[in-house]
């Protein structure tokens, strides 16, 4: 009896299944047929879609996946990917998977650290920018329009191209997409000076639920403002106007490391104190790792310094002597170079690599997770210690400290959806990367980054704790792929935005009111504010 209703349930569910496949077939069948009527005729849309059924569709659906936590036989794929090569194939994408009730997903650079912009539990569609790449460098108003799916070094060569004495503030990793790095904040080595990349944008290009293509006039003050920072809840961005910011002929790069038994703690102790104080010019990253130790088995910690000064090394080593001894920087550590070299050094990459490099889209992942705090007070030296037990005790773990101050401190927190200024010393961002295939391995790692996570929480911002959207991580909170619920969409929207939310809340509510711009991480609608 029991085998028989084994058999009878099986049966059920395979036809539920095929149903399922069925309904979904006919749907991307008109969601595919729609699509023509609304692009542009001198633009076909033919060739910007790949169905699941295309040969091409593994290798386009597989470029941008960086997390291979999320490229797995179980990880649900896409009914088809639009890698749109004209604005009008965005909106086509937008009013027809409206129309059919299909989801999106927007992917620039792929480097959603949870996969939100390739992976939905729902039928769904991928709308690729990776082709609207443009950038038009305009150096006499000291401005550039650049589209979303560019990269951030094909923006930095494109500049430089243009000029030595101008750049930037944005990330560090050259092959993040523009069009996620920009709605999420957006931070790099110049934003103690010039602030985040949110900053220094003047204007926008935005395709609306409506499929609408809106700039800042006439999508409005709030839209706008909720664009740059909050996420991509509200439309999808076709491109950005940005304010060139200027750089000095020769920046001054440099590297150093200092393991506990040369004194580390004292020295990042000393860092806690002073590199939110600094000069608006310097920009001092603390990393700290599990390395080897100098006996068989055995493992240390180090810490790396690793700066950016907006200057020639000369004036870098005489103000880190007055206000920062303890350092030890010395001139055979420092490195001169133009700014755009100094992105090259940042990337890590190897000594006299070509600058060219920034163009290049490599197709690689890894299995990661990571998370983020906020700190905003000195952290003790026993307590240092104790991280680092913990450190030896969870690794391969790294953690980045990044310090806040200058610029950063005079910007309030509510002129961006990026909440996270003044009365912040340091962001810290944790990573954790392995190479074993599978759940288990998964499991394994993860935990033990949680851990690190866990045992940083007396230290840390409270109250919330705060996280970083860049730095997505969907253990603070997360909806399911096609429902936002308010309550839970607030404790991770307090955490990214804090008192920014509501505003949030607001504009997402005008603008997008059936809650068709969605992912587990995204701004809610308020239904009531809707309803009245």
């Known amino acids: 009896m029991k085998a028989s209703m084994s058999a009878t349930l099986l049966v059920v569910s395979a036809l539920l299944l095929l149903v399922s496949l069925a309904a979904s077939d006919t749907v991307l069948d008109r969601f595919l047929q729609c699509l023509p009527s609304h692009s542009h005729p001198s633009h076909p849309i033919s060739q910007a879609i790949y169905s699941n059924t295309n040969p091409s569709f593994e290798s386009i659906l597989q470029a941008l996946i960086k997390n291979r936590r999320f490229f797995t ?14 604005e009008s194939h965005v909106q086509a994408t937008v009013i027809c998977a409206k129309s059919n009730g299909l989801q999106i997903r927007i992917r620039s650079g792929g480097h959603d ?9 729902v039928p769904f569609i991928i709308l690729d920018m990776f082709n609207l790449r443009s950038i038009d460098i305009d150096i006499a108003s000291e401005t550039a329009w650049v589209q ?30 523009i069009g996620g790095h920009f709605s999420g904040g957006g931070f790099g080595t110049m934003m103690r000076k010039y602030g985040l990349s949110v ?23 709030d839209l706008f403002w909720a664009i740059r920072g909050g996420g991509a809840s509200f439309g999808v961005i076709l491109s950005w106007k940005i304010s060139l910011v200027q750089v000095p002929p020769t920046v001054t790069a440099f590297r150093v490391a200092r393991t506990l038994e040369e004194g580390a703690t004292d020295v990042f102790y000393k860092w806690q104190l002073v590199a939110s104080k600094l000069d608006k010019d310097l920009f001092i990253r603390a990393m700290s790792q599990v390395v080897k130790g100098s006996s068989e088995g055995s493992k240390r910690i180090s810490i790396s310094f690793i700066g950016l000064f907006l200057g020639q090394s000369g004036a870098l080593l005489s103000l880190l002597s007055k206000s920062f001894p303890e ?12 700014w755009i070299e100094s992105v090259v050094f940042w990337a890590n990459l190897p000594n006299a690599t070509s600058t060219d490099v920034l163009l290049n889209r490599p197709n690689q992942a890894s299995l990661f997770k990571k998370k983020s705090d906020f700190v905003k007070h000195v952290i003790p030296k026993n307590a240092l210690e104790s991280i680092w037990k913990v450190m030896i005790e969870v690794e391969p773990i790294w953690m980045q400290w ?31 990367t392995w190479i074993e295939e599978g759940i288990e391995a998964t499991n394994h790692h993860t935990s033990l980054l949680r851990q690190l996570h866990d045992a940083m929480a007396p230290y840390v911002s409270k109250y919330p704790r705060e996280a970083f959207l860049n730095y997505r991580d969907l253990d603070i909170g997360s909806n399911p792929s096609n429902q936002t619920i308010f ?14 939310f509501p505003r949030l809340v607001t504009v997402k509510s005008r603008v997008d009111p059936d809650n068709f711009f969605k992912n587990e991480q995204s701004i809610p609608v308020n239904f009531a504010r809707v309803k009245a």
């Open 148 to 177: 979303s799916g560019a990269t951030l070094g094909e923006l930095y060569y494109n500049i430089a191209s243009k000029s030595n004495i101008h750049g930037f503030p944005a990330g560090v990793c050259p092959t993040v997409g």
């Open 73 to 86: 036989p179980a990880t649900p794929k896409p009914l088809a990917i639009i890698a749109a090569v004209h």
């Open 402 to 432: 990044n310090p806040y101050g200058g610029r950063m401190d005079e910007i309030s927190a509510t002129a961006t959806p990026f909440p996270h200024r003044a009365g912040n010393l340091f962001k810290i961002e944790y990573s954790t």
């Open 487 to 500: 309550e839970e969409a607030k404790i991770y929207g307090s955490k990214y935005f804090k008192d920014n």
């Open 199 to 221: 900053d220094n944008i003047i204007d926008a290009q935005l395709v609306d639920v409506n499929g609408n293509i809106l700039n800042r006039k006439t999508m409005g003050e």
């Open 113 to 121: 650290y949870e996969g939100l912009s390739y992976v939905s539990a």
């Open 327 to 338: 350092l030890g920087l010395q001139q055979k550590d420092c490195k001169e170079m133009r």
